[in-house]
């Protein structure tokens, strides 16, 4: 016995249950179908968290709750967001004057004073009308959407859970104005997200205690105890959800685990050293993690914890400054405060004398240095530090050498400006060994997420290294110069070095320079970014130069090569007085920095390739950018920084590529000695020569072998004809009944190839890449031929004409099956003869399952015997096929009578003038074929009519959920059925096809 999706969705409601959640069946509750809200939990809640309210302002609240007014359901869910995390203001009347107040929705204080009910099957009618299969209710707020699929069907998985949770959104919208957030699961993988949450942004919670050891995969009830625990999901309601609200758009955010316990950890830490020695502690998650909300979260949460201290943000450059600046202010609403940026050290002190508490202030290191006087002496001050390890965090004095000047490490100037304030300091990559200043100040870990956590959590990719230093054709001597100056520049060196090396470094910039260099640079990144790069993903990739000046030589010299790329590619850097007037027009003003960096997140918009210098190095997220190209020699946390720009999560990304041209190779090995253990196993040396180009051998070599005994030359030596029989040949000998099993591994192998081919494309010849192309090609056909939704001619020749164009460059139009002069459509006759005189017969044979299964699924939704009928009838066909007692030519004979079958039994309906849910209530009845010895046609017709009106006019929602309804319902059928004599003597089961078409019926229409 399978284990169905019924069975799932009582072992999730078994599990709440035993969290403390009173369990009620939605379909035996009476209430308004059109109200989302639990009633019966709703007002005596709030009256219990809301004791010495009046009555008038409970009353009031919810009157609020119920009329939420706003544009769109988004900005209705935001309104809702801030009342639960808030509480709602109401103004009423007390008998002698209107009074304000605020009623809490939730009590985060005491959570058990809270109302927890967990319901299935909640029908809600909205748009149309629909039915969650578990809906979270706290204090009778529908907070949670859970839906789930079956673990035991082949063809439904999480993914299916998530379009149907989309499409909830449109059917019945005022469910989820109170919505805090959804979960999805098919036992096999759960995950949860908002409302405006894309489905590779719905994360797995894989701890219930924040410990993240064995959290490679997590078993499914993880996700519900680490969630829905009593207390934890109080808190998580209103302190672990905000929005982000840019003029642009509005981003819910749910933080994932990893956030949920580290930030808790540090609030901890933090309140400790307010107590002791000021020491909050360091919280290191790699980059692209989510560093910067997990600040916010922090941020609101010291409010409580501290009450009201001010926080002071301490980033070292400006750019920086203004991207967290910015990520706090799309979430003021949540922190209930306005974040304000310091203008100067004489600024930053007013607004730390202008108040005893509250205040988030950001300011940049640089402030600190105009000045040894104390800025505060106050205690309730919190600085967060965003990486804190950088090189400008220092206690130590040093002495110029040459002027015998002593410089005082900016990291004691900020000490000795606020010394009473307790440290945090947040990073995304670890502290070197070395680094002795940084623990001084913030003490040690409070918490790591390392790259091998955040890579297996989904919550960022991998990072892949190319070398193409040889291709810029320079002899050993400049080769061994460029060496010793990187040692310099990626030296993290006191300022007296700096000062002596300058000269030196000149050296470099004039070797990086040089117009034969940056030729043969420009020259290998376009040829490059072409045949590799340009179609991965959105096309989207960053250069990364060496000085400003180089910055504009590459501009300038793509655009010789590609004079079309005016829009495509573009420089982002600040401007100094003393440019050529000719960089103004290129590089611009900050308004126009800014509309770049729009540009450039736009996955849509033309603007493809950036080529920057220090901007957009750190902070500055765009998911699909999966290139980097590196003409700048970085060490340390600056290139791993740099280089995680590229690690940002986006479809099916399978990691970022890193193109070298200055030799960092040594330096990323050298970074990676800080890194966690099994970040150095994992990730000490990504090399696509020798991490994804042998995969790419041993995944091409299995599939060459999974396609042994069939000649597909024809792909790379014929015709786009040739072309097109060789694809559909190939998924013919993949669909033979023998091959069944290897089918299934040549998809996956096949898939697996397609990932590794992604990285290694640039290192491939040209037959190893047409040899990749076909491969990815008969994987596509074969998918999408078994895959779910409708299945168009059309689409599937668009798809693989793309494919093929985008790995290797085909211009041709190819058309996979030339047999076929029409679109796919069982009910047209012309195609059902072209499908017969198909050569690949495997793939005819599962072209018309796959139409006809289509067309069963519609049966099994509106007509009960056709679909029986055409069920078993497809079932038998294909066990004999698959048991080889029919050969490929019977079984499409068979497939086809069938076919026939259905336009015929489509058609008798029509001829006796029923509309379809009426022909579907005819089969039912006529289903037994002796029945029309009996009556007359006329009669069974007017039978079948009576029947459906009979429905129409007694449907109730949730009939078939509810035993009395469902034996009313019954007792009104038999009623009809009586009156006309049916069923024959003998023939009692035709009732019960009657009574289950009704049902079908109740369950399509309602």
Known sequence: MSFTEANFENAVLELIQSLGYTYRYGPDIPRDYHNPLYEDDLLPSLQKINPKKPAAAVTEAVTRLKTIDAATLTHKNIIATDYLQNGIPVKYFDGREERSDLIRLIDHHNPENNTFTVINQWTVIDNAEKRPDIVIFVNGIPVIVIELKSPSRENTDVSEAYRQLRNYLHDIPSLFIYNALCIMSDQATSKAGTITAKEDRYMEWKTTDGNYENTSIAAFDVLFEGILEKNRLIDILKNFICYSRTEDSDTKILAAYHQYFAVRKAVESTKTATKTDGKGGV???????????????????????????????????????????????????????????????????????????????FTTMQKFEESDDPLSLRRNIIVIADEAHRSQYGLEEKINATTGKISVGTARKIRDSLPNATYIGFTGTPISSKDRSTREIFGDYIDIYDMTQSVEDGATRPVYY????????????????????????????????????????????????APQTI????????AHYETNRQYELTGKAMIVAYSRDIAMKIYHKILDLRPAWQEKIGVVMTSANNDPEEWRQVIGTKAYRDEMAKKFKDNTDPLKIAIVVDMWL??????????????????????????ARVNRVFGDKEGGLVV??????????QAMHDYTRRDRHNYGDTDISKVAKPKFDEKLEVCRDLLHGYDYSGFSQGTDLDRARAISGGVDFLSAPAREETKKIFIKESLALRQALSLCRSLLHQDERLLAAYFEAVRTLLTRVESKGQLSLRELNARINELLKQSIQSEGVINL??????????????????????????????????????????????????????????????????????????????????????ISAHAAGEKLGLTVEETAFYDALTKPAAVKDFYENEELIAITRELTDLLRK???IDWQKKETARAGMRRLVKRLLKEHHYPPEGMEDAVNTVIRQCELWTDAVL
């Open 466 to 513: 190319e070398s193409r230093v040889i291709n810029l054709h320079l002899n050993e001597t400049i080769l061994h110069q460029i060496d010793l100056e990187y040692d310099i520049v990626a030296e993290e060196a006191p300022e007296y070095i700096i000062e002596k090396s300058k000269h030196e470094l000149s050296k470099l910039e004039s070797i990086l320079a």
């Open 283 to 361: 919280f290191w998650h790699t980059q692209g993690s989510g560093k910067s909300l997990s600040m916010v979260f922090y941020a609101k949460l010291l409010q409580t914890a501290l009450e009201s201290p001010t926080i002071v943000v301490i980033t070292d450059r400006n750019d920086l400054d203004n991207q967290l600046f910015s990520q706090f202010s799309n979430c003021k609403d949540y922190l209930r405060q306005t974040p304000i940026q310091a203008e100067s050290r004489t600024d930053l002190r007013q607004l730390l004398a202008g108040r005893k508490a509250n205040g988030i202030i």
């Open 817 to 902: 099956f030339s047999d076929i002069k029409q679109e796919f459509s069982l009910f047209d006759p012309k195609f059902l003869e072209d499908i017969a005189k198909m050569k690949e017969k495997n793939l005819a044979v599962e072209l018309l399952k796959r139409l006809l299964a289509d067309q069963i699924s519609v049966y099994q939704r509106t007509n009960l015997v056709q679909s029986e009928r055409f069920s078993e009838l497809l079932s038998r066909a294909m066990s004999s096929y698959l048991k080889g007692m029919l050969t490929n030519e019977q079984v499409i004979e068979e497939l086809l009578g069938m076919a026939k079958d259905m």
């Open 660 to 669: 070298d041209y200055v030799g960092i190779a040594r330096d990323l090995r």
């Open 954 to 956: 007694n449907k109730t």
């Open 618 to 643: 750190t902070g500055f997220d765009v998911p699909s950018l999966a290139t980097m190209y590196v003409y700048k020699p970085m060490s340390g946390h600056n290139l791993m920084q740099a280089i």
């Open 519 to 526: 030729d043969a640079l420009c020259s290998d990144i376009v």
